[in-house]
């Protein structure tokens, strides 16, 4: 198998200009990493979204990642709010830590808010595994479920869209998704949780506490306010992690310049 990285992209691209093909080769991807996840329950899936972020190798155009999402309405204590919802998402296992595709997601919120600035916008998102929490955890300030236990006032928006999008599912006690035995499910060498994690990163062992059962495909509702702190917090992150790699650069050259001075 060919692990070395290449470069890649990722777009946004409405459900409709997707073809076939395109639609195999990413239901080829999701079953790499998921048990349960036969074509019609895929595609069934797939056609209730609007679109999808697409995450390619730039060169052989090799699908290697993607989110489904969709966009709700709903009203809370009588405003009307808007929720994006990501539906399946998978990455390529060597391309594990690229933020290509959360930053071409943030482009996608980003429009989204301007379009109706004064509408209150969440991401909503189901998790069965910690990698999808950690995202919404280390991007978004204002999320719920909390490690620390903030911001409980979201929980009603949780219970509504769970509630809207999976009645028959929804375990309202626990916070838990349960779709049962026959659910998509991780497979046994993708994302596990070990002890070491849980002590050195609180936000996993938070996640497994939340939802103990996520090696069965249970699912962890959860919910990130989409407003100007959160943009300001991801601004600042890419910035930071642009002045790193040009530090490394710098380093690698002077680095360079030195032993060929040296000899």
């Known amino acids: 198998m060919d692990t070395k990285k ?6 946004y691209i409405k459900l409709d200009r997707l073809s076939i093909q ?8 999701f079953i790499q990493y998921y048990h349960n996840a036969d074509f019609s329950t895929f595609i069934d899936d797939l ?4 679109g999808l972020i697409l995450i390619r190798e730039t060169k052989s155009k090799r699908i290697i ?16 709010v808007k929720g994006i919802f990501s539906g399946d998402t998978i990455i390529e296992r060597k391309y594990w830590g690229t933020n290509k595709g959360m930053m071409c997601f943030v482009k996608v919120l980003l429009k989204e808010k301007l379009r109706e600035p004064l509408v209150p916008l969440f991401w909503l998102l189901i998790s069965k595994g910690y990698k999808t929490y950690l995202l919404l ?21 949780v219970e509504q869209y769970c509630q809207h999008l999976y009645p028959s599912y929804y375990d309202a ?15 046994g060498d993708v994302a596990e949780i070990t002890a070491e994690m849980k002590q050195s990163v609180p936000k996993i062992g938070f996640f497994d506490e939340r939802n103990p059962r996520w090696r069965e495909g249970k699912e962890l509702p959860c919910i990130g306010e989409i407003n100007v702190s959160m943009f300001t917090s991801f601004a600042q992150k890419a910035i930071r992690k642009k002045l790193q790699k040009n530090n490394l ?4 050259g002077l680095i ?5 001075l040296v000899k």
């Open 65 to 80: 990642g993607f989110s489904t999402l969709k966009t709700l309405r709903f009203t809370l204590k009588g405003k009307e």
């Open 6 to 11: 290449q470069k890649i992209s990722a777009n």
């Open 173 to 187: 006690k626990q916070q838990i998704l349960d779709f049962g035995g026959d659910y998509q499910k991780l497979r």
């Open 256 to 260: 360079s310049l030195t032993r060929r």
């Open 22 to 29: 395109e639609v195999k080769e990413m239901h080829t991807l």
């Open 137 to 157: 955890a280390n991007n978004f300030p204002k999320h719920y479920p909390h490690h620390q236990g903030k911001f409980d006032e979201l929980s009603p928006i």
């Open 47 to 50: 056609s209730d979204k609007d």
């Open 249 to 252: 650069n710098w380093d690698l």
